[in-house]
């Protein structure tokens, strides 16, 4: 029998980081909707756009930009406060990513408690559904996390990438190894339970064929790797060389 084609693998590129430039200053470049556009250009499937409690780089204005003068799909990763649900409401993004969220950390640290967290979730998640709107949880690739959210009805988990691109960055081969696989491991289980699977947190050209190569992998989710790079070769050739990275690993899988 031939071998089952691939599942296509999809780019969501987060632009967060295009607003912490422009707030250093307190400019109003360089624009976030200038970057979505740009991104979709050069390959990228979804804009990502993480709209903190602070308000610490994307602002509420950059959703609703974004939103209005592109066409491309807009995923909003969000706190499970009823703030946070009420804009979403509001806005009616194409796609929710619920996230753990400190006002004291950097970046995302880790995955959400979602087995601790189910009674807090459920009505926010059933909200957001019966708008319309793709839900996600952001996890680490843990079964009990990815059983929990099974059993919220989600469509979608994210699976937390961030420690496996960790230890890459460190050069510890042996740890790396095993993260990878809990990751190829997590990735089975949560398909197995019918979920749509992505992955993201700290993905960069050196780091991301590995997980590109998971088949039941559809979505990455890549943003402060892309505007890092894009200083020295530009916003667009970063995004196409990181889109053909992924699918020269998709295709090789």
Do not use: W
């Amino acid at each position: 029998m031939p071998p089952e084609p691939k599942r296509p693998l999809r780019l969501g590129v987060n632009i967060d980081h295009v607003a912490t430039l422009r707030n250093a200053r307190g400019s109003p470049y360089p624009e976030p909707v200038r970057a979505a556009r740009l991104a979709r250009e050069a390959g990228a499937d979804i804009i990502t756009m993480h709209l903190r409690e602070d308000r610490r780089h994307i602002r509420d204005i950059d959703v609703e930009s974004v939103a209005r003068e592109t066409d491309i799909p807009v995923n909003l990763e969000m706190a499970a406060t009823p703030e946070m649900v009420a804009i979403a409401l509001r806005l009616k993004p194409y796609a929710c990513c619920i996230v753990p969220e400190r006002r004291q950390e950097v970046t995302t640290e880790g995955g959400l408690d979602v087995a601790g967290l189910h009674n807090h979730l459920a009505p926010m998640i059933d909200e957001l559904k019966r708008a319309g709107i793709r839900v996600a949880l952001f996890i680490d690739p843990d079964p009990r996390q990815i059983e929990a959210s099974a059993a919220l009805n989600v469509p979608d988990v994210e699976l937390h990438t961030g420690t496996y691109c960790d230890a890459t960055l460190e050069g510890d081969a042996a740890r790396t190894q095993l993260l990878l696989a809990d990751l190829r491991a997590g990735a089975k289980i949560a398909a197995g339970l019918g979920l749509e699977v992505h992955a993201g947190h700290g993905l960069t050209y050196e780091n991301v064929g590995a997980v590109a190569a998971i088949p039941e992998i559809v979505e990455l989710q890549i943003g402060h790797f892309l505007v890092g790079e894009s200083v020295f070769i530009g916003f667009a050739p970063a995004i196409r060389h990181m889109r053909a990275t992924m699918d020269r690993a998709r295709i090789g899988s």
